[in-house]
């Protein structure tokens, strides 16, 4: 198994859907976070959850609702999205020395 | 604010030749640097990390750290064209089980035949 593995890799949704991203991590870290990254803008961190906790909230709306069951699952919450939120959604894991290890993406569109 | 600064490029350079990426950063108390490979379409993966001032190498890949001047650079020796990419710098500002990366824009890296 891949080391992070996000799902859905791509998501078509309206203004008014609910859905949700996942993330699992199989490589035994404690950290996860969430990251966007968008056309011509550095990635751009926002939520951080160590040993289940959230320890960072980038100021983010709240229309993402994150939620880390566990410390190898995380989820993206999505609801009342604006097109504006048409993005490329990352997930990562890292051990305590700040390598941080990428899924695949999330590739987001809202109509 | 927290920044790390890249030059967007493109930045082309010969097959066989050597690429130099340089990125600098504001904040004095940043622990660890990373530099990062997105291919088009991909998700970034990790090439190189540095911790402390000085070179570190692996393979064809140079890592430079310079924390008086707060920049950080990436050399790639013999480049390829499957060299080709957006390259991230990130810099960690914090210690401890969770990092905080903030990551540049990236530099994009064009290797030509």
């Known amino acids: 198994e891949t080391g992070v593995t996000q799902t859905p890799r791509h998501l078509v949704m309206g203004m008014t859907n609910k859905k949700s991203l996942k993330c699992e991590q199989h490589?035994?870290?404690?950290?996860m976070y969430w990251y966007k990254q968008s056309a011509k803008k550095p990635l751009e961190l926002m939520f951080v959850?160590?040993?289940?906790?959230?320890?960072e909230n980038n100021s983010v709306p709240s229309r993402f609702s994150p939620e880390c069951p566990n410390s190898s699952h995380l989820f993206l919450h999505l609801h009342t999205l604006q097109p504006e939120d048409s993005a490329l959604y990352l997930c990562?894991?890292?051990?305590?020395?700040?390598?941080?290890?990428f899924g695949e993406g999330s590739r987001l569109t809202v109509l | 604010q927290k920044e790390v600064e890249q030059n967007s490029g493109p930045l082309s350079v010969p097959e066989g030749a050597i690429a130099s990426l340089n990125c600098t950063y504001s904040?004095?108390?940043?622990?660890?640097f990373f530099w990062y490979r997105q291919y088009s379409g991909k998700s970034p993966e990790l090439i190189m990390s540095?911790?402390?001032?000085g070179d570190k190498e692996d393979g064809r890949f140079t890592a430079q750290l310079n924390k008086a001047s707060q920049y950080v650079s990436l050399l790639i020796r013999d480049s390829q064209p499957s060299d080709s990419a957006t390259y991230l710098c990130?810099?960690?500002?914090?210690?401890?089980?969770?990092?905080?990366?903030?990551f540049g824009t990236g530099t994009r890296l064009q290797v030509t035949l």
């Open positions: 540095i911790y402390s001032n």
């Open positions: 490589l035994g870290h404690n950290a």
């Open positions: 904040d004095r108390g940043s622990q660890s």
């Open positions: 990562a894991s890292s051990q305590p020395r700040g390598e941080l290890f």
């Open positions: 990130a810099v960690n500002s914090r210690t401890g089980t969770a990092s905080k990366l903030t």
């Open positions: 959850y160590n040993f289940k906790e959230q320890t």
